[in-house]
């Protein structure tokens, strides 16, 4: 089954290493096209489960993500969400060649999740 189109749109904030006039990081950002999915999963250690709650990203093979970069967008309420990119996987073809999607993952808890 083919994934679903991405309809979503982020702003994905660079980095560029300068500082404003308050001693900030400075930016660069990128809009981009993107399909965004709340997930959650159980981890299992030596104190029993821990939940953990991520944003997973796709992103098209034309965008650039690296851990680091901090992702921007709007939710389905209409809140601006921002996150920091953790880990980042690419999807290719078998001989390597070719990249189909990057997939983002931001670790940041849904927006009036509540577990317990």
């Not at 851990?67 to 990119?85: F, H, K, L, M, P």
């Amino acid at each position: 089954m083919p994934k679903p189109p991405m309809n979503d749109v982020v702003k994905i904030l660079i980095p560029n290493g300068e500082k404003d006039d308050y001693g900030r990081d400075s930016f660069t950002s990128v809009i981009s096209v993107a399909r965004v999915k709340y997930a959650s999963s159980l981890h299992l250690n030596n104190e029993g489960g821990e939940f953990r709650n991520t944003v997973v990203v796709d992103l098209p093979p034309e965008t650039f993500v690296d851990d680091g970069y901090s992702v921007e967008w709007i939710n389905r309420n209409g809140e601006t969400i921002t996150g920091a990119v953790e880990g980042i996987e690419e999807f290719l073809n078998y001989p390597g060649t070719v990249v189909y999607y990057r997939k983002a993952y931001v670790n940041k808890k849904p927006v009036g999740f509540r577990f317990g």
